[in-house]
């Protein structure tokens, strides 16, 4: 069993900077792809980035491309979304996942974290 636990995020003023953790347990991390998602209220969850096992291949979603960067640290069993340049449209609950691989779409991730609140204000 993995369980995954999210913290950081919050409120922040559009064009401000938050950070994301998500810390695995339960069995190897180092061998799993792990990937953020979001939810915004009435909308389906949507991928936003993914890292590979080794952290040696990453992928964005458009819409956040040069504006968040995920990392990970296998030592600690954590992954990380740190986001730059938050818009309005950013707001929503993100969730970490782990997956084989990077993956955008959520049937090919196993375990979700319980997400974390994110809050852009104009």
């Known amino acids: 069993q993995v369980q995954l636990v999210e913290s950081g995020g919050g409120l922040v003023q559009a064009g401000g900077s938050l950070r994301l953790s998500c810390a695995a347990s339960g069995r190897t991390f180092s061998s799993h792809a792990m990937g953020w998602f979001r939810q915004a209220p009435g909308k389906e969850r949507e991928f936003v980035a993914g890292i590979s096992w080794s952290g040696g291949s990453t992928y964005y979603a458009d819409f956040v491309k040069g504006r968040f960067t995920i990392s990970r640290d296998n030592a600690k069993n954590t992954v990380y979304l740190q986001m730059n340049s938050l818009k309005p449209e950013d707001a929503a609950v993100y969730y970490c996942?782990?997956?084989?691989?990077?993956?955008?779409?959520?049937?090919?991730?196993?375990?979700w974290g319980q997400g974390r609140q994110v809050t852009v204000s104009s």
């Open positions: 996942g782990e997956s084989r691989f990077i993956a955008t779409t959520t049937d090919e991730y196993n375990y």
